[in-house]
């Protein structure tokens, strides 16, 4: 049965255009001529009276403006075309909160302005802040007093320990006396008396023996000076043991008191860091604290001191107006694009009082189906069409895990720099995701398919005649679309203004009815 567009126009058709300029091919047009032959091959058993064609003319393709392209090896650069949005790089935005609960005193800043990292955005005024001032404060001066004691102790633990090895070694007198100035506390005055009443007493106890030998004393006046020799050892020994044990012991607490110390006043300074200090004002506070550590009395080596005196503590922090103040940063470059702050207000800790969002890039999310997502890797090209016209081309970085189980997508992010603030968060966008190409396969310009009685169809040109012919498309991009099967390489077919052909043969109850087996 054959379908005809114009029974008394049966004219053969001369040199058609041939379009061209799909991906992979070159630039170039070429003429098919309609007597070259382009049939496809013959089933056997079948005639060209069993397949479904439409026969036209040189004056109607013309005038109907169809033309013909040859489907050619090449690849499609599939893409999938998904809607997105551009928002925030949620990596660089701050919530700025209050560091203590306070009353807001100045706002330096307002929304839109662009800041700085380290601009002070507002000052607040808490009474957080200055409790742990003066705490600080005196866990430092602790520190100070312990860093007095703990060298003392220490010397006199040392110096002690000398005394008592030359005291058991028995040394001389002037090895003795050569400690004499070092400082041991209370100790020398127990343990000199003790060593001095031992050597006495073995003195007296080695004349009495002598004496008693000779039988010029008696047995009494020895036995006395025995038990004389055992007292003064034994006070001389327990006079060692007491101050060993104690100086040991004093040095060891006082060790421990002093890293106590350091510790609670380190703890301090954080506390003070978390409720706002910065460094100068902790360093400050330092200063104020009296450095009398090997200092002698009256002498003061601090830079702050006058007349030999450093500067009162209650005059010095009186005059700052702003002690209990402390400043409100941004904590990098950026705009300010939320501010909910206002003088005179109190704020707790929860308060968020600046939103600050980098926007020298943007994040652009997009919305792909299920089916599509596992297309989609990172790396891929993203070409986003903005709503001004304008294209820009991106990355995939980020590729969700988890498929939306209420919209059943899934979300695929690129990240765009925006050093001009070109790209505005919460702008809808299209976007074309780009699939790596694969191997090659036949190629056509994607309007040459046509849905003709529900199937995927192409018109191939032969003689005189468009053959109707089904297809199995594959991959297609802008232009064009890849055929799996039913159509070879070389083969012509309608490519531009196909659907009159479509039409044609929808009037007239035509249809494929050929499988694809049929076809090349």
């Known amino acids: ?49 069993d397949t479904l064609q439409i026969q036209v003319t040189k004056e109607q393709v013309q005038r109907l403006g169809i033309k013909i392209s040859q489907a050619v090896k090449g690849v499609v650069r599939q893409e999938i075309r998904v809607p997105g949005e551009i928002k925030i790089n949620a990596n660089r935005v701050a919530h700025v909160v209050p560091r203590a609960a306070g009353i807001v005193r100045e706002v330096r800043k307002t929304q839109g302005d662009r800041v700085k990292a380290g601009e002070i955005l507002a000052w607040i005024e808490s009474d957080e802040l200055a409790e742990a001032k003066l705490d600080f404060y005196a866990k430092e001066s602790e520190v100070g007093c312990c860093e007095i004691k703990l060298p003392r102790a220490k010397e006199i633990f040392e110096n002690v320990t000398k005394l008592i090895a030359l005291l058991k070694k028995e040394a001389s007198e002037d090895a003795i006396h050569k400690l004499d100035k070092l400082e041991m506390g209370h100790y020398r005055g127990e343990l000199l008396p003790a060593y001095a009443a031992y050597l006495e007493a073995r003195a007296t106890h ?31 020994q327990a006079a060692i043991d007491i101050a060993s044990y104690e100086t040991q012991i004093t040095y060891s607490e006082t060790a421990q008191e002093h890293q106590v110390a350091v510790f609670n006043s380190v703890a301090a300074e954080k506390l003070l860091r978390l409720k706002g ?99 989609v890797k990172e790396g891929y090209t993203v070409i986003i069409n903005m709503p001004d016209g304008t294209k820009t081309e991106a990355k995939t970085d980020y590729i969700a895990a988890v498929v939306d189980a209420a919209t059943r997508t899934a979300l695929a992010r690129a990240t765009l720099p925006n050093p001009d603030g070109q790209f505005r968060p919460g702008t809808f966008v299209d976007a074309g995701i780009r699939i790596p190409t694969k191997e090659e396969t036949v190629v056509i310009p994607k309007d040459s398919v046509q849905s003709v009685n529900d199937h995927p169809c192409v018109f191939v040109w032969g003689k005189s005649a468009f053959e109707i012919r089904e297809v199995q498309p594959g991959y297609a991009d802008a232009t064009n679309i890849e055929i799996l099967k039913g159509l070879e390489a070389g083969e012509a077919v309608a490519s531009v203004n196909a659907f009159h052909l479509k039409a044609e043969a929808s009037k007239n109850g035509s249809g494929p009815t050929c499988s694809l087996g049929h076809a090349h």
């Open 1 to 49: 049965m054959k379908t005809m567009i114009n029974k008394k126009l049966m004219t053969p058709c001369i040199a058609l255009l041939v379009v061209a300029g799909m991906v992979g091919l070159p630039q170039a047009t070429a003429e098919v001529d309609p007597h070259a032959g382009h049939d496809h091959a013959k089933v056997p058993g079948e005639t060209v009276a």
């Open 206 to 236: 080695k004349r009495e023996a002598g004496l008693h030998a000779k039988q010029i004393s008696s047995e009494q006046e020895l036995i006395k000076a025995e038990t004389t020799l055992r007292q003064a050892r034994a006070k001389f």
């Open 277 to 375: 200090a910065e460094a100068e004002v902790v360093e400050g506070l330092r200063k104020l604290i009296p450095k009398t550590a090997g200092v002698k009395p009256c002498e003061c080596t601090d830079p702050n001191c006058k007349e030999g005196k450093l500067p009162s503590v209650a005059e010095t922090l009186g005059k700052d107006e702003r002690f209990a103040w402390y400043a409100l940063r941004a904590p990098f470059d950026g705009t300010l694009i939320e501010k909910h702050i206002a003088i005179g207000e109190s704020i707790e800790t929860s308060a968020e009082l600046f939103t600050i969002a980098d926007l020298s890039s943007v994040w652009v999310d997009l919305v792909v189906s299920q089916e599509s997502i596992a297309l």
